[in-house]
């Protein structure tokens, strides 16, 4: 043979080795990935005696709870920056508890679509959620679900994959998460979680939240901060697509904040990004406030509840009991609340203040810097009547409150000095709905507001001050709200009645 045809034959040789290279390298590389998966993944048997609720007669939800986790970690380390993580042993046991009360995982997609009326709940569903894109949620986490028939959602901060951080999942693991079929990937930001400069003293603010400092130029311009988030939601949606091939569609609010007041340097924060998320996704997630690590919101979500609000528990640490009360305490009921009787200590949650329980009612007094505020029943309740027997022994103010279903959105019935007004709060901004003054009241006062179909009724001891008064909020739970500027504001509740 030839040198010439040596070289040829040498080339042909070269030339099949990359055709067959080309041709089985996706399936090469996702084997490889899924066997490097194996290697790394935590182990996990389901316990032979894990008997399952049967549920098959029960009729379809009405609500959906949501569960949040960042890491879930086998080291003890159960707080990473401002994060609070998860022991494998207790995320074990809440799994298994939730797969022993008959829960059924559902996806973010059909959740969405059950908001679209094109989805039928199972009895008991819940939605798992992972955020930032750790690989402390994806090995530690992913055999569980397996296992138990299980799936979940991940929102990823996309800068951690693209830089390559070893403490986040790579693109090519996210891809071999996506081949599982267990689990939804979605958008969380890119620099989201970034802090930057916001002054000349070296003082940081989060990257979506505030304004950046620019040295020698002072802050950058309004125009600018908005180009910039906005790039980094596109930036987000873009490496989601051009590493994964998903259209993002959800998100979760990175570090739980829009651009409220107290955690921002420009009032026009919360605005900008709620609009951007309504933008560019079909629902948004954040998480309730927790008391003690426990919620005192709840975190289920209905067809007409906020979609871009969408409610979920941060876990963090709690046991499978206290997962299991958390649930059972906010699952969907009918408004029914009377005291004094036995069922108070399970809808009272104090918020702010403090309170005192004794056989003449509950005396709930204001702290020197914030409101008294407790709640009755929870934010799932809707047409309901609520009527009360109030004392107001000190302070400023005293509120019945309705449709409560966060601190920006609630109806309230205030009786502050001479003047009773009926005020509802969307999204923080105070709409008066009615009003009358003067009054001269003092002493024990019947209060009254029934919320029937969209329309409020109220009456302040006999009078009353609105009549079908429409409002925009559709569901949200009962309570009460003391004020005093000067703190100490303390009123009397004698009695409290909420049917629907």
């Not at 998460?177 to 002054?199: F, L, N, P, Q, Y």
């Not at 259209?247 to 829009?258: H, R, T, V």
């Not at 429409?470 to 739970?477: E, F, I, V, Y």
Request: include cysteine.
């Amino acid at each position: 043979m030839t040198l010439k045809h040596r070289q040829f034959h040498l080339l042909v040789i070269c030339a099949a080795i990359i055709a067959v290279i080309v041709l089985f390298y996706p399936a090469a590389s996702n084997a490889l990935l899924a066997t490097k998966a194996h290697l790394y993944r935590y182990s996990y048997s389901v316990p032979r005696n894990l008997e399952v609720k049967n549920l098959s007669e029960f009729a379809p939800a009405e609500a959906v709870p949501v569960l949040m986790y960042h890491g879930v970690v086998v080291d003890g380390t159960l707080e990473t920056e401002n994060e609070k993580n998860t022991e494998r042993d207790i995320f074990i046991a809440q799994m298994e508890m939730l797969k022993r009360e008959g829960f059924q995982t559902i996806s973010v997609k059909e959740y969405n679509e059950f908001i679209q009326g094109k989805f039928t709940l199972p009895a008991k569903p819940i939605i798992l959620t992972f955020d930032d894109g750790r690989r402390d949620s994806f090995y530690t986490v992913d055999e569980v679900l397996e296992k138990l028939g299980f799936k979940a959602t991940i929102f990823i901060a996309s800068i951690k994959a693209n830089q390559s951080d070893t403490f986040y999942l790579t693109w090519d693991e996210l891809k071999h998460m996506k081949t599982t079929g267990r689990w939804e990937i979605e958008a969380h930001g890119e620099k989201s979680h970034e802090d930057i400069a916001v002054d000349e003293n070296g003082s940081t603010g989060k990257y979506l939240t505030s304004r950046m400092y620019i040295p020698g130029q002072g802050l950058e311009s309004i125009e600018d901060y908005e180009k910039r988030v906005e790039a980094d939601y596109l930036k987000n949606i873009a490496d989601l697509k051009g590493n994964l091939g998903i259209d993002a569609k959800y998100f979760a609010i990175p570090l739980n904040s829009y651009g409220y007041i107290d955690d921002s340097n420009y009032d026009g924060a919360f605005a900008l990004n709620d609009k951007l998320t309504r933008r560019y996704f079909k629902l948004a997630f954040f998480q309730v406030p927790l008391k003690d690590g426990k919620p005192i919101e709840t975190f289920y979500n209905y067809k007409d509840s906020n979609s871009y609000r969408v409610r979920r528990l941060d876990v963090q640490n709690i046991s499978a009991d206290e997962l299991l009360q958390a649930l059972e305490k906010y699952e969907p009921r009918n408004a029914f609340f009377e005291f004094p009787s036995a069922q108070k200590d399970l809808l009272i949650d104090l918020l702010y203040g403090s309170a005192e329980t004794d056989e003449g009612g509950i005396r709930l007094t204001s702290g020197p810097n914030t409101s008294g505020r407790m709640l009755f029943g929870d934010q799932g309740w809707k047409n309901y009547t609520v009527t009360a027997r109030i004392v107001r022994e000190k302070g400023n103010s005293v509120s019945l409150v309705a449709y409560y279903t966060d601190e920006d959105n609630f109806i309230s019935l205030d009786w502050s000095g001479k003047l009773v007004r009926l005020v509802e709060y969307v999204d923080g901004k105070e709409h008066e709905l009615a009003s009358y003054y003067p009054w001269e009241k003092t002493g024990e006062v019947e209060v009254l507001i029934s919320v029937v179909d969209g329309k409020v009724m109220s009456y302040f001891s006999g009078k009353m001050i609105s009549r079908n008064v429409p409002t925009q909020l559709s569901r949200g739970a009962s309570g009460f709200d003391v004020w005093d500027p000067e703190g100490g504001a303390q009123s009397k509740i004698k009695r409290i009645k909420i049917n629907d």
